[in-house]
């Protein structure tokens, strides 16, 4: 592990000014003045780790010379804030992150990231009785372009996450705000709506230019949907869904601006119990100005089969937009399963798999193809501190107008988290 503390002396310095920042503010922060209602938690994490493809680009697309292993440090800091007054539920999280490479110091960055939601049920309830409505926030920098989450609690709901799209390594700035409502109509029935914005901005693509590949798309989304849900009985309902996403784009590089039109009309069966909880949904997604339809939903399994085990399955095909190698509109097929098994008190074990098969307009047999793989053993060392052992693996397959290429890619290391409650 000693190569993962060999960074350059002036990398050392401006990590520890980082860090000294960190402790100052966090120091201050048990005096302020905070309401019984909320909870404030500091957390840091430091993670090392050898990374066998930090561009995640094949090495022929690589400028000549390119190392494209390395090992890294990163350092986090973040701040939960949970918020609970008679009429709000807020749960926030913010932070920021430094990462350095021992090899490829130019690429050493900063990231930032601001994710939760707020529930404000017993707000709008004085005015509507039994109305519901709820935002959601998920915001991020980096040049890290995700394309799964990993962990079997946290399920794959951002535009872009979902669909398993990865793309090479880029300073980005990605945005998800959401609102979801329901509106009572009678004891058993209720109408659904929401509006989803998303916006995506790619900066310069990092590792050696593509001439003649247009590779980015700056993307702006927004989504509406809505329609009546019936209680059958206490754990059963259906609904029916019409959700339209109208996407507007344009290259990263610089161009004109061309919209794409999404159109689904869908129907869904869920039933929840206490254990385990079980949703189907299916329909049609009519996609402009290429004047296609196909057929589109999801399956979505969640269960408990003991205290200390939980399973999920999720199978998906959507009309997504595209923002990679090719801009419009792409048909995503997502599989993706996880099991998380705590061992005993203290130690618990984490896996992932998840596929996606990205079918580009207006000819599918152009494909993106993402296979992830993830686990992890986590140790609760105290009470506030928590070691885990981590491993990823990614195998990447695209076939597009622009450009052919395969290549695979590892992570392993270790990582410590340290929450003051």
């Known amino acids: ?42 957390s840091a994490s430091l993670r090392s780790y050898y990374d066998s493809n930090v561009y995640r680009r094949p090495k022929q697309l690589l400028a000549p010379g390119t190392q494209a292993d390395d090992f890294a440090n990163m350092f986090g800091a973040n701040i939960a804030l949970l918020h609970k007054t008679r009429d709000i539920d807020v749960d926030m999280k913010m932070g920021g992150i430094f990462q350095t490479y021992v090899e490829n110091t130019n690429r050493n960055y900063f990231g930032a990231l601001l994710n939760g939601h707020i529930g404000l049920d017993h707000w709008i309830d004085q005015y509507v009785r039994g109305a519901k409505l709820r935002v959601m926030e998920n915001l991020r920098y980096t040049p890290e372009q995700p394309s799964f989450l990993q962990g079997v609690r946290d399920l794959p709901t951002d535009v872009g ?35 989803t914005f998303v916006i995506r901005r790619v900066g310069r693509v990092q590792g050696g230019d593509l001439p003649g590949a247009t590779v980015y798309f700056d993307t702006m989304a927004h989504t509406w949907s809505g329609g ?21 784009q344009s290259a990263a590089q610089g161009g004109r601006n061309f919209n794409t039109n999404l159109i689904a009309l869908e129907g869904e069966y869920t039933k929840d119990f206490q254990e385990w909880s079980f949703s189907i949904q299916g329909g049609i997604t009519f996609a402009e100005p290429v004047g296609r339809t196909f057929p589109s939903g999801a399956l979505t399994v969640t269960t408990q089969p003991e205290r200390d085990t939980v399973v999920y399955l999720r199978l998906s095909r959507q009309g997504m937009p595209s923002f990679f190698l090719q801009g419009g509109a792409t048909i995503s097929n997502v599989a993706g399963m996880g099991i998380s098994r705590k061992i005993y008190e203290r130690l618990i074990l984490d896996g992932t798999v998840n596929f996606g098969y990205n079918e580009y307009f ?12 993830s686990s992890k053993l ?39 988290t340290v929450a003051w409650e």
């Open 362 to 373: 207006p000819n599918t047999d152009r494909k993106l193809q993402n296979i992830t793989a």
């Open 228 to 248: 009546p849900r019936y209680q059958l009985t206490r754990n059963d309902s259906v609904a029916a869904t019409y959700r339209q996403t109208f996407i507007t």
């Open 1 to 42: 592990m000693i190569p993962l503390w060999s960074c350059r002396h002036v990398e050392i310095g401006r990590l520890f000014r980082f860090v000294v920042a960190v402790v100052l503010l966090w120091g201050i922060l048990p005096t302020l003045s905070i309401h019984a209602e909320t909870i404030i938690v500091p």
């Open 378 to 416: 986590a140790y609760k060392l105290t009470r506030t501190i928590t070691g885990e052992i981590f491993y990823i693996y990614q195998n990447i397959d695209t076939n597009s107008s622009t450009l052919q290429f395969q290549y695979s890619r590892s992570q392993a290391g270790l990582m410590l």
């Open 161 to 195: 996450l979902t669909t398993g799209i990865q793309g090479f390594r880029a300073n980005t700035l990605y945005n998800t705000t959401q609102f979801k409502g329901t509106y009572p109509v009678s004891r058993d029935l209720v109408v659904e709506g929401g509006y």
